[in-house]
């Protein structure tokens, strides 16, 4: 009997973007056995409607609110039933044919190494390689960013995203990886528990693949397996790129102490602060987040939406 996958897809407002990601999912699932849930955060288009048109066997989670990643991932969690792996997606992302398979052959003891998390390599719209791997925050690795935005990447030490473009093209460990196409193991969640809600967009994935790190679930590039992303950073808003500063900062400070929590804040305020000076609106937006945070436009209120 083939191992059953729970494929959680999050909605908000995702009716122009969801039907490419629900005909990608049989060919993306081929030679598995799976469930659909869709999470819906309240949408006001037709998202649900598309999901129960194109999908009709799916199960429709209405969260009744804008709840955020975390808190839908969670609820749609809840109603999952029996599964051996979980599997989130935007709903902006086409998965590649026999894509899931080839992760789920990672989960699971490899080499004496426990691999929690599997992810693929992720491509563009244009077939580009996305920069979705990750190193663990650190201060080194914030200073290093200040100074040198993504190109300090090029030194593991001085930056936290994996610039180098064969790293996307071997299976490795990693810190963390961009939480736009995640499987997770049974095992992995059952020891760490839900997603954290606090975090209502970004930084949910990192805590968790820190906190699966924690308890010896290693977090795993299949370099086999691949999936399109439209989306992504390159169009983060300014209130988007505040929400995702400031809890960048929230994440350091759950897993920190207090003097080295401030002293990453003031790199992390540096930074913003210098490329406000040279006009770029989005940091002008993260640095008032970053001095104000109470002042941080928060849903339901500000209408962001949870998808990356």
Do not use: K
């Not at 993306?28 to 066997?57: F, K, M, T």
């Not at 789920?104 to 491509?123: E, H, K, S, T």
Request: hydrophobic share 45%.
């Amino acid at each position: 009997m083939s191992p059953t996958v729970a494929v959680v897809v999050v909605t908000y407002n995702s009716a122009a973007v969801l039907p490419g990601l629900l005909l990608s999912l049989d060919e993306g699932l081929r030679g598995l056995s799976w469930r659909l849930i869709v999470a819906d955060n309240a949408s006001a288009d037709d998202s649900v409607a598309i999901a129960r048109q194109l999908a009709p066997e799916c199960h429709v989670e209405q969260t009744g609110r804008n709840a955020g990643y975390a808190a839908a991932f969670n609820a749609a969690l809840r109603v999952a039933g029996s599964y051996d792996a979980v599997l989130i997606l935007n709903p902006d992302v086409r998965l590649r044919p026999g894509s899931v398979a080839t992760l789920l052959a990672r989960l699971g003891d490899d080499g004496g190494q426990r691999v929690g998390i599997a992810v693929p390599r992720i491509l563009d719209e244009h077939g580009h390689v996305a920069l979705s791997l990750r190193r663990e925050p650190t201060v080194g690795r914030a200073l290093g960013e200040a100074v040198l935005g993504q190109r300090a990447g090029r030194f593991p030490a001085l930056g936290e995203t994996v610039v180098e473009r064969a790293a996307y093209f071997r299976d490795g460990a990693v810190d963390w990886a961009t939480g736009a196409v995640m499987l997770m193991s049974r095992a992995c969640i059952e020891a760490c528990g839900p997603w954290e809600e606090r975090f209502f967009l970004y930084s949910e994935e990192t805590e968790f693949a820190l906190r699966a790190r924690d308890h010896g679930f290693l977090t795993s590039l299949v370099a086999g397996a691949e999936a399109v992303h439209i989306g992504g950073e390159s169009r983060v808003s300014p209130s988007l790129w505040s929400l995702l500063t400031v809890n960048r900062v929230r994440l350091y400070r759950m897993r920190h102490s207090r003097p080295a929590s401030a002293l990453f804040w003031s790199v992390v305020v540096l930074r913003e602060a210098s490329r406000a000076a040279l006009g770029h609106p989005r940091s002008r937006r993260a640095l008032a987040a970053l001095v104000r945070p109470g002042r941080l436009p928060f849903p339901p209120a500000s209408g962001i939406a949870p998808v990356r």
